[in-house]
């Protein structure tokens, strides 16, 4: 395995100065949040960390990932399961963050439990692609594990041995494919009695049916699917809100960034809203 290649100086300074520009900068409902998080000083270190790809530290002002990550009470000990990585934004961050004293563990599906056909050849591609991150950058990487599951019936590990399960804008794919309560049961199944459930998911303006396309989901429809799986509601933080966003967009969420599946000539329109208003809510897996 090489060593992954550090990032430059420079790189790492284009960077911080796109995430500080007005594309990338905070949204007022989230800089004005009626409870500021405390952001932990590890998981600090672990964001600014020159590791990561500069291209993901751009989406910083959209994502608040030190924010985020310090409301889901994640420390260097804990062992976190993230469901469905995709390319490893997060797992940049959290591998290295946990790599001493806790564990990073990336859920991902099972190819072979997906039929065959484009869905199957999408989740080989996804999982490919996050094991070759991995094995290209060991001093982050080495001991993140990977646990692959069937999406019809869920296992992420064995009961009871996770600190923390994340989940970053899925909710609206298992709900539109009858997976969702599948999905939660495996969450509060491998969870510790206390352990933290963090979601973070595009927010409609209400309720909205199962087979909705938007890719937003209302928040009081996440809210009643974990309660049913027998979570109970910790927290909700306005940290990743996006009041520009209308959502009302010819693609849903897909039309905004990072997506930008709209017509060039609408390019400023939705650079100006920014990324989807999201949800973000942690959950507890009660202690009795």
């Given amino acids: 395995m090489k060593n ?25 409902a989230a800089a004005g949040a009626a409870s500021p998080v405390q952001v932990s000083p590890a998981i600090e270190a672990a964001v600014k960390s ?37 390319n490893g934004w997060y797992s940049e961050i959290l591998a290295p963050l946990v790599r001493q004293q806790g564990q990073y563990i990336a859920a991902v599906v099972d190819p072979a439990a997906v039929p065959e ?21 060991p001093a982050q990487f ?3 594990t990977e646990v692959a599951y069937d999406p019809a019936a869920p296992v992420f590990g064995k009961p009871a041995s996770a600190d923390v399960v994340l989940t970053f804008r899925n909710v ?5 494919s009858g997976q969702a309560p599948g999905m939660f049961k495996g969450f509060y199944d491998v969870l510790k009695p206390g352990g933290v459930l963090g979601v973070v998911e ?70 100006a809203i920014g990324e989807s208003d999201r949800m973000t809510l942690r959950f507890i897996k009660p202690r009795s």
């Fill in 4 to 28: 992954l290649i550090n990032v430059s100086a420079c790189c790492l300074a284009v960077a911080v100065a796109l995430s500080a520009s007005p594309l990338y900068a905070r949204t007022p």
């Fill in 50 to 86: 020159t590791t990561r790809d500069p291209a993901n530290v751009t989406r910083d002002g959209f994502r608040h990932p030190a924010q985020t990550l310090s409301f889901f009470k994640l420390t260097p000990a804990s062992t976190v399961i993230e469901i469905t990585p995709g």
């Fill in 117 to 137: 056909g484009r869905g199957r050849d999408y989740q080989q591609r996804s999982r490919d692609g996050l094991q070759k991150k991995f094995s290209t950058a």
């Fill in 142 to 144: 080495d001991k993140a």
């Fill in 172 to 176: 609206h794919n298992w709900r539109k």
């Fill in 202 to 271: 595009h927010r409609a303006k209400a309720d909205v049916g199962d087979d909705d396309g938007t890719g937003y989901v209302g928040q009081q429809q996440v809210i009643a699917m974990a309660e049913a799986a027998g979570f109970k509601l910790d927290g909700s933080s306005e940290i990743n809100a996006n009041p520009r966003d209308t959502k009302d967009h010819p693609n849903g969420v897909w039309t905004l960034p990072p997506s930008n599946n709209h017509d060039a000539a609408d390019a400023a329109k939705y650079r």
